[in-house]
């Protein structure tokens, strides 16, 4: 069975400060991929970024940076220089080829508010 | 594109009333899902559907039918509503050429409460 574990249920910063989101996962598949998505108070879910477990490359985008340790089964994400407009949920989750149906196993999601 | 749609947005009914819940995508996605997202749950996949004509049951089915006759449409049926299926519904769809695994993009979200 494939998990996702997001520890953190909320956090609280302030604006400008840097905040890492922690997601570790579990699944017994060689092959699997690991996301990202943003859900702001708006409700949408906006998809950040997908990484496969053959890719331990650290990724960054702008402000977003993924840190994805295959030895610690973490998919971390880290905003720098965090902003009002950060304020969200954010989800990670998990899905593998091995499966029929490619679902995506969610973690609970971390709320972020970003304090002016 | 308008990407995945979903209406209506906002819905409120009574117990044991049926309603059928739209999603259509307009990106040829080959692979539709529909996910409810509870307070403290995630997000938990009720059906899918990997091309027309072909659906599947995800983790939660119950009480939920879907079809899927077209490429663009899959929606997602409540034949005796309940309670319990007070929720936040998602469609997702994904489009099949970046490989086995594909990245699901999710529509804006139905926010459907029952008495």
């Known amino acids: 069975a494939q998990k996702v574990t997001q520890a953190q249920t909320e956090i609280s910063v302030v604006e400008k400060e840097d905040v890492t989101l922690d997601c570790v996962y579990e699944t017994r598949d060689t092959t699997y991929y690991l996301f990202w998505y943003k859900q702001p108070p708006s409700g949408e879910l906006v998809f950040l970024i997908r990484?496969?477990?053959?890719?331990?490359q650290n990724e960054i985008s702008g402000r977003y940076s993924w840190n994805f340790q295959k030895s610690t089964s973490s998919f971390n994400f880290t905003i720098t220089a965090s902003q009002v407009v950060d304020s969200a949920v954010y989800f990670c989750a998990l899905t593998s080829s091995g499966g029929s149906n490619y679902k995506l196993t969610f973690g609970k999601g971390t709320l972020l508010t970003v304090n002016p | 594109n308008a990407g995945v749609t979903q209406t209506p947005k906002f819905q409120v009914l009574k117990t044991g009333q049926s309603m059928t819940l739209q999603c259509a995508q307009d990106?040829?996605?080959?692979?539709m899902s529909w996910y409810r997202q509870d307070p403290g749950m995630g997000l938990r996949l009720i059906h899918y559907?990997?091309?027309?004509?072909?659906?599947d049951q995800g983790e939660v089915p119950n009480g939920y039918n879907v079809s899927r006759s077209t490429t663009e449409d899959f929606p997602l049926r409540l034949l005796s509503a309940a309670p319990s299926q007070t929720s936040v519904y998602f469609c997702?769809?994904?489009?099949?050429?970046?490989?086995?695994?594909?990245?699901?993009?999710f529509g804006p979200g139905t926010r459907l409460l029952v008495l």
């Open positions: 990106m040829n996605h080959e692979y």
């Open positions: 997702a769809s994904s489009y099949s050429t970046e490989g086995p695994v594909w990245t699901q993009y």
């Open positions: 559907s990997v091309g027309a004509g072909i659906t």
């Open positions: 990484r496969n477990s053959f890719d331990e």
